[in-house]
Structure formats: structure tokens, C-alpha cells
């Protein structure tokens, strides 16, 4: 079973950025794992939008790719996921949701099947 946090997010004006975090906690250290980051925006559908694995690969949709970075640190039992978001713009506003593979709920993307999530962190963009 896994704990995810998030944290940071907040408001930011076009052109800015901004960061967020997530600490996973029950993580097995040296274990195989993929993580990401899901955002929805009010009316919309959540989307992926990045995605890291223990491999070292990263997935970005299209609409960040070249704007947002993901990364994590490993240490024992914790993962801390990151998001470095640049160049924001308006339509970026949405709740934010780190994720993790887990108990599959119909979400899968970048070749992982999340179970897990975050309780959210709003990011918005004033043009």
C-alpha cells in the first residue's frame, strides 16, 4: 500500500513557473516502479502528462513536452516525484494528481497501469 502527498502548486502568471512535489511513502526501495503525473481541468477529462519509471524513461504528452520536466529521488521506503513546470500557460490551470502503479482502476498510460493517487494540488495560470 502506498501514500502519496502532494505539495506546491499555487498561482503563477503566464510565462512563469512553478513546482510540485510528491512524497510516496511504502515504496520498496530497488523495487520496479512507474510514477507520473495526471492533471484535470474543470469540465475536461484527467490527462497524463508525465511519467518516470525505474528504468529511467520519461513520457510527456504533447502539450508539456519542452515546458515540464519530471524527476524523482529515491531513498528507503520513500519516492519523492517532482514536476518543474516552465513557460505556463493558461490552460495548464487544473488540479494536479501525482500517481503511482498499483491496483488497476482503468488508468493506464505511458505503458503503466496507476492505481495509486495523490489527493490533488491546483496550479493556475492568470494570462
Known amino acids: 500500500q502506498l501514500q502519496l502527498v502532494e505539495s506546491g502548486g499555487g498561482s503563477v502568471r503566464a510565462g512563469g513557473s512553478l513546482s510540485v512535489s510528491c512524497t510516496i511513502s511504502?515504496?520498496?526501495?530497488?523495487?520496479?516502479?512507474?510514477v507520473g503525473w495526471f492533471r484535470q481541468a474543470p469540465g475536461k477529462e484527467r490527462e497524463g502528462i508525465a511519467a518516470?519509471?525505474?528504468?529511467?524513461?520519461?513520457?510527456?504528452a504533447d502539450s508539456v513536452k519542452g515546458r515540464f520536466t519530471i524527476s524523482a529521488d529515491n531513498a528507503e521506503n520513500t519516492l519523492t516525484l517532482y514536476l518543474q513546470m516552465t513557460s505556463l500557460k493558461a490552460e495548464d490551470t487544473a488540479m494536479y494528481y501525482c500517481?503511482?502503479?498499483?491496483?488497476?482502476?482503468?488508468?493506464?498510460?505511458?505503458?503503466?497501469?496507476?492505481?495509486?493517487w495523490g489527493q490533488g494540488t491546483q496550479v493556475t495560470v492568470s494570462s
Open positions: 500517481t503511482a502503479i498499483g491496483p488497476y482502476d482503468g488508468t493506464y498510460w505511458a505503458g503503466c497501469s496507476f492505481g495509486y
Open positions: 511504502g515504496y520498496t526501495y530497488g523495487g520496479t516502479y512507474c
Open positions: 518516470f519509471d525505474s528504468d529511467g524513461s520519461t513520457t510527456y
